[in-house]
């Protein structure tokens, strides 16, 4: 429930939850490159980690939170080592897809595949961001 409307809060069914140190850094990345929106932020205890937080990216919701080895959490992925989980986003036009990478890749990250019209029908491009996620961009080739 929403303590300030005692409705209940619309939770996702399913969402990425991404292990990203520093998450501070990621936040303004996110922000900066796919308009991300913060729905919700809990500092750690200590004072110099992001314990949880949910961004809004293209009206879902992406979860992530800094490493915490203490608590027997799994390691941040290294930048460029082979990744098991990709997000993939659905953008309307090929103009967002292009702009995004070109934005993404400004910022620090790598372009895993340039943006390219898909055999598939898409215009489709992949980013590594500078943290070692992956990210599939997606929109209609015809848009």
Avoid at 2 to 17: F, L, N, Q
Avoid at 50 to 70: K, Q, R, T
Avoid at 84 to 107: G, H
């Amino acid at each position: 429930m929403s303590p300030e409307s005692g409705k209940v809060t619309e939770r996702p069914r399913v969402a990425p939850y991404l292990t990203v140190s520093p998450a501070l850094a990621a936040i303004t990345f996110y922000t900066t490159v796919f308009g991300a929106q913060q729905r919700a932020l809990m500092p750690a205890l200590d004072g110099m980690r992001i314990m949880h937080c949910e961004l809004s990216i293209n009206g879902a919701a992406v979860m992530l939170s800094d490493a915490f080895p203490e608590y027997g959490q799994i390691r941040t992925p290294i930048p460029g080592e082979p990744c098991t989980m990709s997000v993939s986003l659905e953008f309307d036009t090929k103009k967002e897809v292009d702009d995004i990478f070109a934005k993404a890749t400004s910022l620090g990250a790598k372009g895993e595949t340039q943006p390219t019209n898909s055999f598939w029908g898409t215009r489709f491009a992949v980013i590594r961001d500078p943290f070692g996620h992956r990210w599939m961009l997606n929109a209609p080739a015809n848009s």
